[in-house]
């Protein structure tokens, strides 16, 4: 089962614009994760935020986290055209079970 | 650190037969790994929790005796999707990692498994 919703399920931009990434979420968790994966490829971990954390950075990338709203963003300033693939949050449920998110396809057009 | 190798990448096979999908941790020792599937354009899917030592923990709606785990050791675990059928056919990725709330997981590369 899914835990939760991305939006926007796909996202087109160019380079050097910044990307946003929304995720929602249903049920209590200990952190959110966010994961990158190229096409065919697995999956990369990218930045972990807590449930007692507001906000986390880690080079271009910039994680929030409102757990009373159950959401998360992932921001990527000065985006490349490198950064082109899908982004998924992850939630664990309290049992280091990860649950996926339904994605966000990024395109960064040079 | 934190490298998980899956192995094959790649495997097709027939409708009936058997493929067994090999997930091990080469830096590090887990004792749970988890085992996904991935539809095209879709997210990745739990299917099971590896446990080493004993029986995995398959999700709901995820048919064991079809979805065989064996997780006989500390670096590996394995998945054998028994009886394929061309539904079968997929992208199956696993994971694990050594510190979960300090480092995330590591993924495998996935394994795309067409059954024709």
């Known amino acids: 089962s899914q835990q939760g919703e991305e939006d926007p399920q796909a996202l087109s931009i160019q380079e050097g614009e910044n990307a946003t990434m929304n995720c929602s979420y249903k049920t209590s968790i200990n952190n959110l994760q966010w994961y990158r994966q190229n096409s065919g490829r697995g999956l990369v971990h990218l930045i972990l935020i807590r449930s007692n954390e507001r906000e986390k950075h880690s080079g271009r990338l910039r994680v929030t986290l409102d757990t009373s709203k159950k959401s998360s963003s992932l921001l990527i300033t000065a985006s490349r055209a490198a950064d082109t693939a899908s982004y998924f949050c992850?939630?664990?449920?309290?049992?280091?079970?990860?649950?996926f998110g339904t994605g966000t396809r990024l395109q960064v057009f040079p | 650190g934190a490298v998980v190798s899956q192995h094959p990448s790649r495997v097709i096979c027939k409708s009936g037969t058997s493929v067994k999908i090999e997930c091990r941790s080469l830096d590090f020792q887990a004792t749970t790994m988890f085992w996904y599937r991935q539809f095209p354009k879709q997210s990745l899917m739990l299917m099971a929790t590896?446990?080493?030592?004993?029986?995995?923990?398959?999700e709901q709606g995820v048919e064991k005796d079809k979805f065989l785990i064996n997780h006989a050791s500390l670096t590996l675990s394995t998945l054998t999707v028994t009886s394929a059928h061309p539904e079968d056919s997929s992208f199956y990725i696993c994971?694990?990692?050594?510190?979960?709330?300090?480092?995330?997981?590591?993924f495998g590369s996935g394994t795309r498994l067409t059954v024709v």
């Open positions: 590896s446990n080493e030592g004993s029986k995995a923990t398959y």
């Open positions: 994971s694990a990692s050594p510190s979960p709330t300090a480092y995330g997981y590591t």
């Open positions: 992850a939630t664990d449920k309290l049992s280091d079970k990860l649950i």
